[in-house]
């Protein structure tokens, strides 16, 4: 939810030298199956936040691909390209940047639908562009096992059926031992920064089609089920 802050409590803020608390923002995520529509915890993850803002205003994120997808836990991307024959050609896109530091004690915590900075074991502040997308509640992921938990700083409010069908595609094991990968390239063709109303309407849009989709089934087995009395008749 976004907070207002009213003209004289922002006056207050200013005379006692705070900051007014940060308003949520708000992202698309254009992929290959599908927009997945986000909210941004400026909040409680700003570090986390600013840094998905870099990489996506550079276009880094731009042709990256989903290249980890274990159902049932999450779906990763952020941090592989590919040219040529997929997925053979697939590797780390060349460009990320120092890693941040782990924002995993913010309150924040892996439930299903929202978004984590993935980052390497044992090194807490690891992570620089890739990102996961937690399909369960991985209630595991917020314990320290190795020293911290893993930072949340978004969540998905439209498309989360896109992200169970990026979750629903095969995967398979590379030469080189890189398992979990999709059989077939699935692409984060571009993410755009919009504003609540955009984001609003982007879910709302979302939902149509949900229901549209359900009304053609739900078309398709009366006319089945008419055709059957028909010829049962």
């Given at each position: 939810m976004l907070r207002s802050?009213?003209?004289?409590?922002?006056?207050?803020?200013?005379m006692l030298g705070l900051s007014p608390v940060a308003e949520a923002s708000?992202?698309?995520?254009?992929?290959?199956?599908?927009?997945?529509?986000?909210?941004?915890?400026?909040?409680?993850?700003?570090?986390?936040?600013?840094?998905?803002?870099?990489?996506a205003k550079e276009g880094f994120y731009d042709k990256t691909l989903f290249h980890r997808v274990i159902p049932g836990f999450m779906v990763q991307g952020g941090g592989f390209d590919h040219h040529g024959a997929y997925p053979?050609?697939?590797?780390?896109?060349?460009?990320?940047?120092?890693?941040?530091?782990n924002e995993w004690t913010n309150g924040q915590?892996?439930?299903?639908?929202?978004?984590?900075?993935?980052?390497?074991?044992?090194?807490?502040?690891?992570?620089?562009?890739?990102?996961?997308?937690?399909?369960a509640d991985n209630d595991f992921l917020d314990q320290p096992r190795d020293g911290a938990g893993y930072a949340v700083?978004?969540?998905?409010?439209?498309?989360?059926?896109?992200?169970?069908?990026?979750?629903?595609?095969?995967?398979?094991?590379?030469?080189?031992?890189?398992?979990?990968?999709?059989?077939?390239?699935i692409m984060i063709e571009s993410i755009a920064f919009v504003t609540k109303a955009d984001a609003d309407k982007a879910v709302i849009a979302d939902a149509q089609a949900r229901v549209d989709a359900l009304q053609?089934?739900?078309?398709?087995?009366?006319?089945?089920?008419?055709?059957?009395?028909?010829?049962?008749?």
């Amino acid at each position: 939810m976004l907070r207002s802050v009213s003209t004289s409590a922002l006056l207050l803020i200013m005379m006692l030298g705070l900051s007014p608390v940060a308003e949520a923002s708000y992202a698309t995520i254009k992929t290959t199956l599908g927009t997945i529509v986000v909210e941004l915890d400026d909040e409680k993850a700003p570090i986390s936040v600013a840094n998905f803002k870099m990489y996506a205003k550079e276009g880094f994120y731009d042709k990256t691909l989903f290249h980890r997808v274990i159902p049932g836990f999450m779906v990763q991307g952020g941090g592989f390209d590919h040219h040529g024959a997929y997925p053979q050609t697939m590797h780390k896109k060349p460009g990320a940047k120092a890693g941040i530091k782990n924002e995993w004690t913010n309150g924040q915590k892996n439930k299903r639908a929202t978004l984590a900075m993935a980052r390497l074991g044992n090194q807490p502040d690891s992570a620089t562009n890739q990102f996961f997308i937690n399909l369960a509640d991985n209630d595991f992921l917020d314990q320290p096992r190795d020293g911290a938990g893993y930072a949340v700083f978004a969540k998905v409010i439209g498309g989360m059926d896109v992200v169970d069908k990026i979750a629903g595609v095969p995967t398979t094991q590379l030469p080189n031992g890189m398992g979990d990968v999709p059989t077939q390239p699935i692409m984060i063709e571009s993410i755009a920064f919009v504003t609540k109303a955009d984001a609003d309407k982007a879910v709302i849009a979302d939902a149509q089609a949900r229901v549209d989709a359900l009304q053609a089934e739900l078309d398709a087995a009366k006319k089945a089920l008419e055709a059957l009395k028909k010829g049962g008749a």
